[in-house]
C-alpha cells in the first residue's frame, strides 16, 4: 500500500459475480486539467506549489520502486481539505493563492514496478518496453522504444512527465 498524501488512497476492493470495483479517496476539487481550463493560467507560486507536491507523490511511488508512466493534467487531482466534501468544487471559483490544495496522483493502471539489479559491478535500474502512457508526454526514448529503435525506458519518464506539466 503506497501511503502518501500525494497519492490518491485506495480505500477498498468491491467484488460481484462479473465485476471488480476500486473505490478510491475523493478529491472535491477534479483534475488540474479540469482547473487549469477553468484558470487558464496558473500564477507561478500556485505551479511551484503544484510541482512540488507531484514531486513528493513520485518520490513516495519511488521508495516503492514503482513508476507511473502516465503522468499527465487529467491523472492529477486536486483536493481542497477546507472545502466542503460532499460535492465537486466549481473550478472557476477558487481562490488557489489563497485556498489550501493537495494535489494527488491517480490512477495507477499502467504503474509498473522496476529493480535495482546489478550489471557488472554497478547498480543499474531495469528498463521497461511497453508503450503504456498517453503520446503527447513521452520522452523520445518512449517513443523509440515502441519503434524497435530505443533500448527501453526507466522510471525517468515521469521525470519528463512532470517536466511538461510544469512547462
Not at 77 to 87: A, G, Q, Y
Not at 112 to 139: C, H, I, N, V
Request: charged share 25%.
Amino acid at each position: 500500500m503506497i501511503k502518501s498524501d500525494h497519492i490518491i488512497k485506495l480505500e477498498e476492493i468491491l467484488r460481484t459475480r462479473s465485476n471488480y470495483y476500486c473505490v478510491l479517496e475523493y478529491a472535491n476539487g477534479g483534475s488540474l486539467q479540469t482547473l487549469l481550463n477553468a484558470k487558464v493560467r496558473f500564477p507561478e507560486k500556485v505551479a511551484k506549489e503544484c510541482v512540488r507536491q507531484i514531486i513528493a507523490g513520485c518520490s513516495a511511488l519511488y521508495r516503492l520502486r514503482v513508476m507511473h508512466r502516465d503522468m499527465k493534467l487529467d491523472n492529477i487531482l486536486v483536493h481542497f481539505p477546507d472545502l466542503p466534501n460532499t460535492e465537486t468544487i466549481d473550478p472557476a471559483t477558487v481562490d488557489l493563492e489563497n485556498q489550501r490544495f493537495i494535489v494527488k496522483i491517480a490512477d495507477l493502471g499502467y504503474a509498473r514496478e522496476f529493480k535495482a539489479r546489478a550489471q557488472e559491478g554497478e547498480t543499474r535500474r531495469d528498463r521497461a518496453y511497453s508503450f503504456k502512457g498517453s503520446p503527447l508526454m513521452m520522452p523520445a526514448e518512449q517513443i523509440q522504444t515502441y519503434w524497435g529503435k530505443g533500448q527501453g525506458y526507466s522510471h525517468k519518464i515521469d521525470v519528463w512527465a512532470i517536466g511538461v506539466i510544469f512547462y
